[in-house]
């Protein structure tokens, strides 16, 4: 287990059996690429949290990040469904087989569905917004400036990203590459255009013109 006692201070892992047997899982299940990332989402989303002085639940946030890329893995290559959806749908196993309450399913799930959908998740309850707000700015760098050096610093020491640039985008395209018609209309079409040789994305404007509708 990461030693987290370089962390920003006021930002903790929740000390509870469910945070605990979340990272268990997500440790045993995910690479250490995508577990560092989920960990880092985590602290990144929480400080984005404080600076836009959200309420959130600590708990659901970090079982959101968590989960966020699980459906990334192996297990999941062949299930025609795009990664996100296999990723809520794991996190809900999880939480339903602890008897979390189902508005809290609720809001994990649709955090980890969304977060890759741009626009939408900070309209939404906190949890929501905040894996939403972690992974942008882990993977995109957007606010990058909004945090403390020192917080930036101090979780990347914790949770370190050598290569991660490039390991992220072989995640992702390992993770999705067997389902490509996951990716219609949305960001990991750039993915797939970008790390696999003869990926065709599909057109938008061409499936409108093209359907069976006469006009």
Same mark, same amino acid.
């Given at each position: 287990?990461?030693?987290?006692?370089?962390?920003? $201070?006021?930002?903790?892992?929740? %000390?509870?059996?469910?945070?605990?047997?979340?990272?268990? /899982?997500?440790? %045993?299940?995910?690479? =250490?690429?995508?577990?560092?990332?989920?960990?880092? +989402?985590?602290? *990144?989303?929480? /400080?984005?949290? *404080?600076?836009?002085?959200?309420?959130?639940?600590?708990? !659901? !946030?970090?079982?959101?990040?968590?989960?966020? %890329?699980?459906?990334?893995?192996?297990?999941?290559?062949?299930?025609?469904?795009?990664?996100?959806?296999?990723?809520?749908?794991?996190?809900?196993? *999880?939480?339903?087989?602890?008897?979390?309450?189902?508005?809290?399913?609720?809001?994990?799930?649709?955090?980890?569905?969304?977060?890759?959908?741009?626009? $939408?998740?900070?309209?939404? =309850?906190?949890?929501?917004?905040?894996?939403?707000?972690?992974?942008?700015? @882990?993977?995109? &760098?957007? &606010?990058?400036? @909004?945090?403390?050096?020192?917080?930036?610093?101090? +979780?990347?020491?914790?949770?370190?990203?050598?290569?991660?640039?490039?390991? $992220?985008?072989?995640?992702?395209?390992? &993770?999705?590459?067997?389902?490509?018609?996951?990716? *219609?209309?949305? +960001?990991?079409?750039?993915?797939?255009?970008?790390?696999?040789?003869?990926?065709?994305?599909?057109?938008?404007?061409?499936?409108?013109?093209?359907?069976?509708?006469?006009?």
């Amino acid at each position: 287990m990461t030693d987290d006692s370089s962390v920003p $201070i006021g930002v903790c892992v929740p %000390d509870s059996k469910l945070a605990r047997e979340a990272t268990e /899982l997500v440790r %045993d299940s995910a690479s =250490e690429l995508i577990y560092h990332h989920s960990r880092r +989402v985590y602290f *990144f989303g929480s /400080l984005q949290g *404080f600076n836009r002085s959200l309420s959130f639940d600590p708990e !659901l !946030l970090y079982v959101a990040a968590m989960f966020h %890329d699980l459906g990334l893995s192996e297990p999941f290559h062949s299930s025609g469904r795009r990664f996100e959806v296999d990723s809520a749908d794991e996190a809900r196993r *999880f939480l339903q087989a602890r008897q979390v309450p189902e508005d809290s399913i609720r809001r994990v799930w649709t955090a980890i569905a969304l977060h890759t959908t741009p626009g $939408i998740p900070e309209f939404m =309850e906190p949890e929501v917004a905040l894996v939403t707000a972690g992974v942008e700015y @882990d993977v995109l &760098g957007i &606010g990058y400036r @909004d945090l403390d050096e020192a917080d930036r610093v101090a +979780v990347v020491a914790a949770h370190p990203r050598p290569g991660f640039k490039q390991g $992220i985008l072989d995640a992702f395209a390992d &993770g999705i590459w067997s389902k490509p018609q996951t990716t *219609f209309g949305n +960001v990991k079409a750039d993915v797939l255009a970008h790390c696999v040789p003869g990926f065709e994305r599909k057109d938008f404007v061409r499936t409108i013109l093209d359907s069976p509708w006469a006009e």
